[in-house]
């Protein structure tokens, strides 16, 4: 025998040839036309009408995709957004923990409150003791034309109430983290933490002064500078938030505030500096970097500080 199993593949194969035999007419090969017609028809019908839109098959269905977001390019354009741009100025070292909550958590807060703004962190790369102010004047002059006035922002501080005001300061420099609202610091004289003005009234007190290294004070020297120009201070009204208006992202213990005081340091801390500020800033620029943090841009400027150990030996630590 050819075939071992039981299956008759010959007989199916006779069944095939009887089927396609002289007996086949042309009237069998038309209505074989038609009946293979209406059942295409029929599966055509069923699957347009709503007896195939079960519950079953929308679940199946790929969900409809919103429409896409419009880019922060797309959004600036909008006049809603008014004619201003705000240069963030986050002056910076080695606190990437915070930066990485910080940039994209402020690019969110202000696209929400349409401020335009451009972040940048001022990254201290030099061997010298930190110098916020310095930084914050770095801040100022490579902030570009397209901007017009600045906050100088810590890191560490994040804005929780969305009625804070970040717009522009027209009438005079605006302290966001008033003594009011700061978790931490609540002297009436205090400037720090973030503090807005246009970049014409920065320059009016000639920037920040450059002789405070290490942590604190250049704030309350700052206070004075806004006396000496005649600029009144603004703060916020209206919060009821209280010391809850801000997060402070800090860890005191994990990073330790340098607030050593050498040479000459705690008796020059307390006095004015008339004549530093911008216009005896010494600095070099080693890169300038572009970068999405999450999504949010911001620009890192790598600076390199100058110091004159005749002026202020305290710039090294000993």
């Known amino acids: 025998m050819m075939y071992s199993s039981k299956r008759k593949p010959v007989l199916y194969f006779k069944e095939e040839r009887r089927f396609l035999s002289g007996k086949c007419t042309v009237y069998k090969l038309f209505g ?20 195939m839109s079960s519950p079953l098959h929308e679940e199946r269905r790929a969900p409809a995709q919103p429409p896409c977001p419009p880019t922060n390019r797309q959004a600036e354009d909008d006049p809603s957004w008014g004619p201003h741009k705000l240069a963030l100025i986050v002056p910076f070292r080695e606190r990437f923990d915070e930066l990485l909550v910080f940039v994209p958590f402020m690019h969110d807060f202000l696209n929400k409150k349409k401020i335009r703004h451009k972040i940048l962190v001022i990254n201290q790369v030099d061997h010298f003791r930190f110098n916020r102010a310095s930084l914050i004047n770095v801040g100022f002059l490579e902030s570009g034309n397209d901007t017009d006035y600045l906050a100088m922002h810590d890191v560490d501080l994040l804005p929780l109430n969305e009625a804070l005001d970040y717009g522009f300061p027209s009438e005079g420099p605006f302290h966001v983290a008033s003594p009011e609202l700061h978790p931490l610091y609540h002297y009436k004289t205090y400037v720090g933490g973030i503090l807005m003005l246009t970049k014409k009234h920065y320059h009016m007190c000639n920037g920040m002064s450059n002789r405070f290294w290490g942590w604190g004070r250049e704030d309350d020297e700052f206070y004075r500078r806004l006396r000496k120009a005649e600029l009144q201070l603004f703060r916020p009204s209206g919060i009821t938030t209280g010391y809850k208006t801000f997060l402070h ?3 005191s213990a994990w990073r330790k505030r340098d607030q050593k005081r050498v040479a000459s340091q705690k008796q020059e801390q307390f006095k004015v500096d008339p004549e530093g500020g911008l216009s005896n800033l010494r600095y070099e620029v080693e890169s300038r970097r572009d970068l999405s943090i999450s999504g949010a841009p911001c620009t890192v400027v790598s600076v390199r500080l100058q110091c004159d150990a005749d002026l202020t030996p305290w710039c090294l630590l000993t």
């Open 32 to 51: 074989l036309c038609m009946v293979l017609l209406l059942v295409s028809l029929l599966w055509l019908q069923l699957s347009c009408s709503g007896e």
């Open 249 to 251: 992202i800090h860890d």
